[in-house]
């Protein structure tokens, strides 16, 4: 389930994007939002999808929530991607 979840959340190109974003750094969910032409709502919905998949982390301070990525999610993902690619095929 988890995998498929994943999966799910990195399907959508702008929640690529917003992945793409938060590598250079933790960001307020404003400063996100400021980065696309679509809703604050919809960017909200997106950054709830990348959370509940353990993609990102959000931390509140103040009135501000900042969001930053979870590193080994993605390094599991990448772990398990390479090992796909480099499975030898038996016919």
Not at 4 to 28: F, N, V, Y
């Amino acid at each position: 389930m988890a995998l498929q979840q994943t999966l799910r959340a990195l399907s959508d190109p702008i929640r690529r994007e917003i992945l793409h974003l938060l590598k250079k750094g933790r960001m307020a969910a404003g400063d996100i939002v400021s980065h696309f032409e679509v809703t604050g709502a919809s960017i909200s919905r997106h950054l709830s999808v990348l959370k509940e998949a353990d993609l990102i982390r959000d931390c509140r301070e103040g009135k501000y929530i900042y969001y930053e990525l979870n590193a080994s999610v993605l390094e599991e993902i990448l772990l398990w991607l390479a090992e796909l690619k480099g499975a030898e095929t038996h016919d």
